[in-house]
């Protein structure tokens, strides 16, 4: 068996495994073989091993109506939540549009060829929105590369521009945080209401 010298930092790696128990075995005998005479590493894990104690003991029960509420606090959710069948709209639309294109395209070709069939109309759909979204992809990508270079060009133009973005980044931030802190003042309120009228 050939003994490989490890580095202190693996040891301490290891100590945090062990109180975990995910060491194997053999890293087990090896961090009992240095905890013989490294001092710093046996405070170490007797301190994790104080700390392990401390979090099992420290266990919060729970209220039962905790979890209500925490959701009655939270603010409301966007039109997806609350209209989750909205989509469903869309989805036959599309089902619909690509049926039709389907079906012009098969009795427009039925006057060219005799036997167009129905399945090679929508082969034909399938893989024009296949392009499409081929195509799209790419506009999109394009697109967010422009950005970045329009983006570059201006943080790297002067550290005048530099100092106005991170400005502009600042203030919207600041509105952001603004927003949140007053939705967050409301919410409480809007708990209490509830409860009492509910």
Known sequence: MSTRQIDHSTYQEWLH????????????????DHLVYCEQCK???????RLERLLADSHLAVRADFCDDVMA?????????RFP?????????????????????????????PAVP???????????????ALVGAGLLTASWKGMGLA???????????????????????FML??????QGQKAPEKAARSRTEG
């Not at 495994?17 to 009992?32: A, F, K, N």
């Not at 089902?95 to 039925?110: E, M, P, R």
């Not at 060009?153 to 100092?163: C, F, H």
């Open 17 to 32: 495994s062990e109180v975990d128990g995910g060491l194997t075995t053999g890293e087990r005998s090896q961090l009992r």
């Open 43 to 49: 405070v170490e894990k007797e301190e994790l091993i």
């Open 73 to 81: 606090s939270l603010p409301a959710a966007g039109w997806e939540a």
């Open 85 to 113: 069948k909205s989509w469903i709209a869309a989805l036959v639309a599309v089902v619909v549009l690509v049926a039709g294109a389907a079906a012009l395209i098969s009795t427009a070709g039925q006057g060219l060829e």
């Open 118 to 132: 129905l399945a090679g109309a929508f082969v034909a759909i399938l893989e024009m929105l296949q392009s499409s």
């Open 151 to 173: 983006f570059q060009e201006l943080l790297g133009g002067s550290i005048w521009n530099l100092i106005a973005v991170s400005a502009l980044v600042f203030a919207v931030d």
């Open 177 to 182: 945080i603004r927003m949140l802190l007053r």
